[in-house]
């Protein structure tokens, strides 16, 4: 355990360390935050909800799908290229440690990105949660798991950077752009509305938003989706990963 916490340490410390985490997973989310707050923050989005209520629930996903799809398909197949997984196994770390490690520091960045979303919305907002805030931590930490899920298992499945690349620009970008993450799912026309619907981090966020304002109905078509796609993506990671 100790071996594992001090691999740890260091795989954090080079994640602070990275431009891209800092802006993407932290910056961002609190940008936009601030300027969907400032323009239409008290504004009706839905029934019984503001732009501002729709927006902590989506931007506290952002995270995770930045997490998710950039992060850990980046430093696997990344470490899988420089052969330190192969590495790892002269060492006295299992490669498995590192990957734990790593996948440990993604959930955090994660929940680092939520934290902010949620402070400034509190402090500079007055935003409220209406519904059970533990509920609420539940239904994020099931997105989470799902999203990473689907990241594992594109670390598994592509074997050079290139193949990584474009997979995770496949799904990053749209994961980002049309499930209501970053851009409010209200704002959508019907359409795109039921095309969003397909999209797993769409049905976290719409999970969240009903549990955060307490509207008393559960998104539990999301919750299956959710679970299967994390137990599906889960399985073949572990059936098709490799070290080198």
Request: glycine share 6%; net charge positive.
């Amino acid at each position: 355990m100790r071996r594992f916490l001090r691999l740890y340490e260091v795989e954090q410390r080079m994640f602070f360390r990275s431009a891209d985490v800092f802006i993407f997973n932290l910056c961002m989310p609190v940008v936009v935050m601030f300027l969907i707050a400032l323009i239409a923050g008290n504004k009706s989005a839905a029934d019984n909800m503001t732009y501002l209520q729709s927006a902590f629930s989506s931007l506290i996903c952002v995270g995770i799908c930045c997490s998710a799809f950039m992060s850990i398909p980046i430093m696997m197949v990344d470490y899988r290229d420089k052969k330190v997984l192969k590495s790892f196994y002269c060492s006295p770390c299992s490669p498995a440690w590192l990957l734990g490690a790593d996948t440990l520091c993604s959930a955090v960045m994660a929940a680092i990105s939520a934290i902010l979303v949620a402070a400034v919305a509190v402090i500079f907002f007055g935003y409220r949660m209406q519904g059970n805030a533990l509920a609420f931590i539940g239904a994020w930490l099931l997105t989470l798991v799902s999203m990473f899920s689907i990241g594992l298992m594109i670390a598994s499945l592509c074997r050079t950077a290139r193949s990584m690349n474009v997979a995770t620009s496949l799904v990053y970008f749209p994961m980002l752009l049309f499930s209501g993450a970053t851009i409010p799912y209200e704002l959508f026309p019907s359409g795109m509305q039921r095309i969003a619907d397909f999209l797993p981090l769409a049905q976290g966020i719409q999970l969240m938003k009903q549990i955060s304002i307490g509207s008393g109905i559960i998104n539990a078509r999301g919750i299956v989706i959710l679970t299967v796609i994390a137990i599906v993506c889960t399985v073949i990671s572990v059936k098709t990963f490799r070290w080198e």
